[in-house]
């Protein structure tokens, strides 16, 4: 059978978005993920979100997140912003919903003109001035959970930034346990520009969604930026990252920005065998 898919972009982030009532019951999704996602073999995307029934109370939806590598991805910001305005658009929720990942229930409000706002999970386990060895060599990062884990490299000048050097070396490093994103932040255009390298697509990406409130959180912690926070993407489009301190702890943290369709169409069924 012939399986119907939608592709949509969060600043750059791209995604294959399917729903699981058009897949058999054992289907494999971390090797679909893998297929689909392989830019020259398959479609080619970031990552892979497949729509699901809810399961606990109060969703309307659930996702189950694969990355391009076929590793499943707890939580995924710009992924989010996408599959809740194609749920809405579908007319399977509101404009303003919520749905089960991973990471915990993220609420969605859906605006005009392809805006989406998510109300990401409580960020956790941060910490400032974090010492990584590397090879004799001592590397300063600030590391958070905004739903996955980050790391946070401040430089001066992010176009510079060796992503594709230090990236994949620190994302591997024996210091976090299940990996992590790496980020490389400039304090730049009244906000922050970032370039993150994404666990589980193992190169850079466009944007990250989580990264950039990463950013945002560590970069107010540290005192550079206050909320709301505008991050620059790799891409060039700016996502907004909002949150309240409250008892000095980071509260309801959310990230809005654009999204795009690109196409919808069938995969054959010759790539699914």
Not at 123 to 149: E, F, K, Q, S, W
Not at 161 to 176: C, K, M, Q, S
């Amino acid at each position: 059978m012939e399986l119907s898919f939608t592709k949509m972009a969060g600043c750059g982030n791209d995604f294959l978005l399917v729903e699981a009532a058009d897949l058999a019951p054992a289907t494999d999704l971390s090797e679909l993920g893998r297929r689909l996602c392989d830019r020259q073999c398959g479609i080619g995307a970031d990552g892979l979100i497949v729509l699901q029934p809810p399961v606990g109370p109060g969703a309307d939806y659930r996702v189950a997140i694969v990355n391009a590598s076929g590793l499943p991805a707890e939580m995924c910001g710009n992924g989010a912003r996408c599959v809740a305005r194609y749920v809405h658009d579908r007319g399977l929720a509101g404009a303003t919903h919520a749905f089960e990942t991973p990471a915990g229930l993220i609420r969605a409000e859906v605006g005009e003109g392809g805006q989406v706002r998510v109300e990401l999970t409580e960020p956790t386990a941060i910490c400032l001035n974090r010492r990584i060895d590397l090879d004799g060599a001592v590397i300063r990062l600030d590391t958070v959970d905004t739903g996955v884990p980050h790391a946070v490299m401040w430089v001066e000048a992010v176009e510079r930034a060796d992503v594709g050097g230090l990236g994949p070396r620190l994302r591997h490093h024996p210091a976090f346990a299940h990996g992590t994103n790496v980020n490389f932040v400039e304090v730049a255009d009244a906000g922050l520009a970032v370039r993150t390298y994404e666990r589980g697509v193992e190169a850079e990406t466009l944007a990250c969604g989580t990264g950039s409130a990463a950013a945002a959180i560590l970069g107010h912690l540290r005192g550079y930026v206050d909320p709301p926070v505008r991050v620059r993407t790799r891409h060039g489009a700016v996502l907004v990252i909002d949150f309240a301190v409250e008892d000095e702890r980071i509260r309801r943290v959310t990230l809005a920005g654009p999204t795009t369709y690109i196409c919808r169409g069938q995969v054959c069924a010759e790539i699914l065998d």
